[in-house]
């Protein structure tokens, strides 16, 4: 199946309509995962492929009875990646399934699409993901109905809203984005002190590993902050946002550099955040990055 985002269905959770006995192994290749340090790029790589993806198309799943393999973005697989799916994508096996997403079909492989069902998936109801939320993850009623309608009814991004709450990183975010925008090119290296600062206060392992971790979940939620900015700078009309209490710092942010500076930093952050899942000195990462983002900054 290929799912045509459109309006977007985020992590597709809306997207798992196959029949299935028992439950399902999910197998989740995306963009910049990490199968080794050296790993490089924001792209889906043909070891993905071959590492996680063909070896189970020969091995008869030892729980449940489906392996359904979600390939997020797909658009980004490179051409090594795709050539290695076509095959098993045309004849899987009896008990696996493949999930396509992708905001553009255009951008993949004609042997790619051509070996999918289209589907194209919006937003779910804001009152049916508001019930969702307080089903599944116990949510007050309120606060899941404040959560529904801030997503946008994309169930990906309103799960991340809701980790972000539970984690307390959200309040972390929107104070640090209050900083943010109105920090000057010169207060580059400060501005990563209290960022290194914020991750360190959100982690829950102790360890390289652990600090590690909880700096690449927060510049990933930075990149998310910078696509709202770079969202303000370039449409007037109605959007979802990414960090929807940061709005403000996000607007005033957008009004200090154009379009062109905010689509580098998002992308810039992304790039961070890989190379610190990676073996990257994690100082030098964020050091880099601020001074980047706060430079030419008006």
Known sequence: MLCEQGTGCDECL????????????FVSIYPGQKLDPDDKGDSIQIKAIRRLVLPRATTVPSSGKRVVVLIREAERMLPGAADALLKTLEEPPPWMRFLLTTENADRLPSTIVSRCSPISVGPVAVVELAQGLVDKFEVAEEEAKRIAAESGGHPGRAFRLLQDRQTGLADEMVAFASAFAQAKPIQALALGES???????????????????????????????????????????PFVLEIPRAAAFAKALSERAPV?????SAAAAIEARNAIFGNATVRLQIDALFTRVLTNLA
């Open 195 to 237: 960022f290194r600062a914020l991750a360190d206060s959100c982690r829950e392992e102790d360890g390289e590993k652990g600090g590690r971790l909880a700096m690449a979940q927060c510049v990933d939620m930075l990149a998310r902050f910078l696509r709202d900015v770079m969202h303000f700078s370039v449409r007037k009309e």
């Open 260 to 264: 062109c500076h905010w689509t580098a």
């Open 14 to 25: 809306s997207c798992r309509r196959f029949e299935s006995d028992g439950h399902p192994d």
